[in-house]
């Protein structure tokens, strides 16, 4: 996931907007449970490999996230707490 971490900088400089970025990310990381919770339904074979693919998408989702929460929460929270 350290990969994805990567990219996050670059798309807040594209995006331009810290905020946007971390509800997109936020919001693509819940959608992704819904495919997890469906695999017993719509794949009847290779199951555990469709839930490793989403679950890796699922944290993928999540790191892209992390970069502008830490930078979010760096500009509100005071440098001595």
Not at 24 to 46: D, E, G, K, N, Q
Not at 50 to 71: E, H, K, M, Q, R
């Amino acid at each position: 996931m350290v990969l994805t971490q990567l990219v996050s900088p670059i798309l807040v400089e594209k995006t331009g907007n810290r905020k946007s970025l971390l509800l997109l990310a936020a919001f693509l990381h819940t959608l992704m449970w819904l495919p997890v919770l469906l695999i017993p339904y719509i794949f009847h074979s290779y199951q555990i490999w469709w839930l490793i693919t989403f679950i890796t998408v699922l944290t993928a989702f999540d790191a892209i996230g992390n970069a502008p929460w830490n930078s979010m929460m760096a500009d509100i929270v005071p440098f001595k707490k």
